[in-house]
């Protein structure tokens, strides 16, 4: 119940930060909220497409789909308060939260279902980024591919690490809650210090 709360609440600050991007302004309600909705839906539709699931995760249990838009239209009318106090940074917290729990937690579930480790820590990073890909995509903002930011990597490095952790027999709870402060961590201090990859490791 507890993972399914966060989710749920990680779920609201993925459609709200569709709905915070600056090249929103202007436009009209109904495209809001199909920013936000696929801004928090997009990367676990994805991903059950390429692993052709039975039933996108989201019509198979509504409440997600429900929580995307519902926060997407409360995003909508309560923007400029959202600006006014700040309560984006809040937002961003919690974004960076999603990004952890989802990433971590698919990988869990994938691994444990038998699926290749590279198949897991793939489709984790897909969950946790490619809402926020697409997002940028639509708002006609720079995208993960267009810049040298660490975003994905703090992710790969958290996924990569629970899956050495589980084959170290070490407990799964112990080690998924390790791995998802390890990405928070280090998303924070890319963010705050600016950290870009290095300039051996651009494309010349």
């Known amino acids: 119940m507890l993972v399914y709360s966060l989710e749920m609440i990680c779920i609201v600050a993925f459609a709200l930060s569709g709905v915070l991007v600056e090249s929103n302004r202007g436009k009209d309600i109904v495209s809001i909220m199909m920013l936000g909705w696929i801004t928090a839906l997009g990367g676990g539709t994805l991903r059950d497409l390429i ?6 995760f ?4 509504p409440n997600y789909f429900w929580t995307a838009l519902v926060s997407a239209v ?26 952890s729990l989802f990433s971590v937690l698919v990988t869990q579930q994938l691994y444990s279902d038998g699926y290749a480790a590279y198949v897991a820590v793939s489709m984790g990073m897909v969950t946790a980024i490619f809402g926020g890909v697409l997002r940028d995509i639509l708002a006609h903002r720079q995208t993960l591919f ?15 690490l629970h899956i050495l952790l589980v084959n170290l027999a070490v407990d799964s709870t112990f080690s998924a809650l390790t791995c998802m ?10 963010v705050v210090k600016k950290v870009h990859f290095p300039a051996f490791l651009l494309l010349k």
């Open 146 to 160: 267009n810049n040298t930011e660490l975003y994905a990597t703090p992710i790969i490095l958290g996924c990569c």
């Open 58 to 61: 989201w019509i198979r249990e």
């Open 51 to 56: 692993l052709s699931a039975d039933t996108i």
């Open 74 to 99: 409360i995003g909508f009318f309560t923007i400029t308060h959202i600006r006014k106090n700040r309560l984006n940074k809040l937002i961003i917290m919690f974004d960076t939260i999603g990004v």
């Open 181 to 190: 402060i390890l990405i928070v961590t280090v998303r924070w201090y890319i």
